[in-house]
């Protein structure tokens, strides 16, 4: 059975870098067939989709953070990462890493989502 | 981008009733490329429905999906207690997937 599981760091400081790894087990990130995807989730909130890795490293990102995003993938370790910059307090929320099969294209796992909070 | 809206924004019930819940687009969604997750408070979303109306594994068939173009409907038959969660709409037709506001379900 698959697992996904967020790094946690916790507290970032105002206009630095945000930088999560999600290790992947149970399953290949080799495997062709999933889009491995960040998603996050504001306080009280609703869902925001981050963007989108394959393993071949095609990415896609939401346009209204594309300026500030990188999501790359290490199939060695099994895990992918995700970098967010010039951090502010909106960017504050619960960030989840989460699997999508390419075939069915809706999210059939997710990591347990780690908590980041932007302050100095 | 596809905008959806859910309504209602909370549904208060009793056990044994139906739950009906309302996801709106600001557009048609093509090929009903529309899901359902349930999220409970403290734990990550589980998707109920895809494609408008197929269950995913597992998910019991109190649970209903309908609708097409801009209408979609996720249905509770004969509520539990345990159903009392947060229900998000998400549309996957177009490159940039869009999630609604969430409905809160109060079961009790």
Wanted: overall charge neutral; proline content about 5%.
């Amino acid at each position: 059975q698959v697992q996904l599981q967020e790094s946690a760091p916790g507290l970032v400081k105002p206009s630095q870098t945000l930088s999560l790894i999600c290790t992947v087990s149970g399953d290949s990130i080799s495997d062709g067939d999933y889009y491995w995807t960040w998603i996050r989730q504001h306080p009280g909130k609703g869902l925001e989709w981050i963007g989108y890795i394959h393993h071949s490293g095609s990415t896609y990102y939401n346009p209204s953070l594309k300026s500030r995003v990188s999501i790359s993938v290490d199939t060695s370790k099994n895990q992918f990462f995700l970098d967010l910059s010039f951090m502010t307090a909106a960017d504050t929320a619960v960030y989840y890493c989460t699997r999508v099969p390419i075939i069915r294209g809706v999210i059939d796992t997710w990591g347990q989502g780690t908590l980041v909070t932007v302050s100095s | 981008e596809i905008v959806l809206t859910q309504s209602p924004g909370t549904l208060s019930l009793s056990p044994g009733e139906r739950g009906t819940l309302s996801c709106r687009a600001s557009q048609s969604v093509n090929s009903n490329y529309l899901a359902w997750y349930q999220q409970k408070p403290g734990q990550a979303p589980r998707l109920l429905i895809y494609g408008a109306s197929r269950r995913a594994t597992g998910i019991p068939d109190r649970f209903s999906g309908s609708g097409s173009g801009t209408d979609f409907t996720l249905t509770i038959s004969r509520l539990e207690p345990e159903d009392s969660a947060v229900y998000h709409c998400q549309q996957y037709a177009t490159s940039l997937w869009t999630f609604g506001q969430g409905t809160k379900v109060e079961v009790k």
